[in-house]
T-cell receptor, first 114, second 119 residues
Framework: GAGVSQTPSNKVTEKGKYVELRCDPI?????LYWYRQSLGQGPEFLIY????????DSGLPNDRFFAVRPEGSVSTLKIQRTERGDSAVYLC????????????FGPGTRLLVL | AQTVTQSQPEMSVQEAETVTLSCTYD???????LFWYKQPPSRQMILVIR??????QNATENRFSVNFQKAAKSFSLKISDSQLGDTAMYFC????????????????FGEGTQLTVNP
């Protein structure tokens, strides 16, 4: 596609539920990033994929968070046993995956955990 | 670890005037990139300008220019002839350069500056 797309745009769930957030990167981009942006703050890194593999998952806050990219294109961020503190905007970005890349962002998914 | 600091939570400017947003960063790296992103209420993070640390010349993109002071670890954004559409949250971001052809790298963001352009 022309840009990075993310679905859903908004997600409301109840504490303890499982959610999946989807990211569709720019065609041909091998690098894919997930960031989390809490209200009034800058985005914080969660995980980076190069192709199908997670090259850096050091930003995942705990083992309730998991992400996959099975075919090297679309990625899904999965959150188990959601907590109210997980409420945030989850941003996805993609890039060429080289040492000089610029990251291009999607519109984000706003997650609200009640 | 890298840190990025934006000391101005909010700024305002009159339409057609010039405004400068401040950013400082801390790193022990010598090779890196710096970015300014704009985030309007739509949440879409839009690249405004980027600077390679090895380049002494300041980057410019139309009405947007930077003042990059590597020794001082300062990276300010100047917006000339401000327009109403420039109203947004602006984030300064740092990216470490990693050697290798297939090495992306995470962005480290500041906390942002909310810019309002008044008519």
């Amino acid at each position: 596609g022309a840009g990075v797309s993310q679905t859903p745009s908004n997600k409301v769930t109840e504490k303890g539920k499982y959610v999946e957030l989807r990211c569709d990167p720019i065609s041909g981009h091998t690098a894919l990033y997930w960031y989390r942006q809490s209200l009034g703050q800058g985005p914080e890194f969660l995980i980076y994929f190069q192709g199908t593999g997670a090259a850096d998952d050091s930003g995942l806050p705990n083992d309730r968070f998991f992400a996959v990219r099975p075919e090297g294109s679309v990625s899904t961020l999965k959150i188990q046993r959601t907590e109210r503190g997980d409420s945030a905007v989850y941003l996805c970005a993609s890039g060429m995956g080289n040492s000089q890349e610029t990251q291009y962002f999607g519109p984000g998914t706003r997650l609200l955990v009640l | 670890a890298q840190t990025v600091t934006q000391s101005q939570p909010e700024m305002s400017v009159q339409e057609a005037e010039t405004v400068t947003l401040s950013c400082t960063y801390d790193t022990s790296e010598n090779n890196y990139y710096l970015f300014w992103y704009k985030q309007p209420p739509s949440r879409q993070m839009i690249l405004v300008i980027r600077q390679e640390a090895y380049k002494q010349q300041n980057a410019t993109e139309n009405r947007f220019s930077v003042n990059f002071q590597k020794a001082a670890k300062s990276f300010s954004l100047k917006i000339s002839d401000s327009q109403l559409g420039d109203t947004a949250m602006y984030f300064c971001a740092f990216m470490k350069h990693l050697a290798g052809e297939t090495s992306g790298s995470r962005l480290t963001f500041g906390e942002g500056t909310q810019l309002t352009v008044n008519p």
